[in-house]
C-alpha cells in the first residue's frame, strides 16, 4: 500500500451490555461493558492513528464512546454523525435473539434488501444511507488522510462485502466480534458507487 495514499478503518463498536444478552439494539443504546472499554483503549494504542486520520462515528453512544477511546492515543477527536447509525429495526428493536428465532417474519427483515420493518429501515436503505456518507467522506478528504470509521454490524457487514467483491450475504456472513477492524485503501471507498 503507498504510504502517501490514505487508508479506510472501519471498526465495529465494543461489546455492550445488549450484546452480552443477545438483544438486538438497533437505534437504542447500551452501555459498554468494562472489558470492552479496556480493549478499545488497547486497539487505539494498537492502531496508533496520528495527525493525518480523522475519525467518524456513529453518534450513537455505543460506537461514539469506542471511538473516543481509540482516537484518544493520537489526542485524535471523532466526529458524531448520524448517518453511520445502525440499522433501525422498527418493532424488532429491543427483542431477544431468541424471541426473533420465532417471528415468523423476522427472517425475510433480516436478510431480504427490500423489506423493511414495519417503522424501521430495509438493508437497501442503510446500504444507501451508509454508502453515500462514505463516499461523501472520500470525495471531501485529502487523499493522503486516513478515514477511520466506527459504526455498527450491519453497516460493517454491508460495506465489507462490497469491498471484498461480493453482495452482502446475512445466511453466509457471521457477525464480526465487537472492535473488528476493516482495512482497505482508501480509494477502495470508490467501489460503493456501484451499490447507491
Known sequence: MNSALGRFLMV????????????????????LLPASLEEAEQ???NLALG??????????????RT?????????????PDEHLRERHFGRYTLSTFTDLEQE????????HYDVRPEGGES??????????RLLDLHSTLAPQI???????????????????????????????PPLTVLEH???ALELLRDHI
Not at 465495529?12 to 452501555?31: E, W, Y
Not at 493525518?52 to 460506537?63: F, G, L
Not at 415468523?104 to 436478510?111: H, N, Q
Not at 461480493?166 to 464480526?176: A, L, N, S, V
Open 43 to 45: 486497539l487505539g494504542r
Open 104 to 111: 415468523p417474519a423476522w427472517p425475510a427483515v433480516d436478510t
Open 67 to 79: 471511538a473516543h477511546l481509540i482516537g484518544a492515543p493520537g489526542r485524535l477527536r471523532p466526529t
Open 51 to 64: 495527525s493525518t486520520t480523522v475519525i467518524y462515528s456513529s453518534d450513537q453512544p455505543r460506537a461514539l
Open 123 to 132: 438493508l437497501r436503505d442503510v446500504e444507501t444511507r451508509v454508502f453515500t
Open 185 to 187: 485503501p482508501r480509494t
Open 146 to 176: 486516513t478515514l477511520t470509521v466506527v459504526g455498527h454490524s450491519t453497516c460493517w457487514r454491508l460495506v465489507e462485502a462490497v469491498l471484498n467483491g461480493r453482495r452482502h450475504d446475512p445466511f453466509d456472513e457471521p457477525i464480526p
Open 12 to 31: 465495529r463498536h465494543g461489546r455492550t451490555t445488549a450484546n452480552a444478552n443477545r438483544v438486538l439494539m438497533g437505534g437504542t443504546d447500551a452501555p
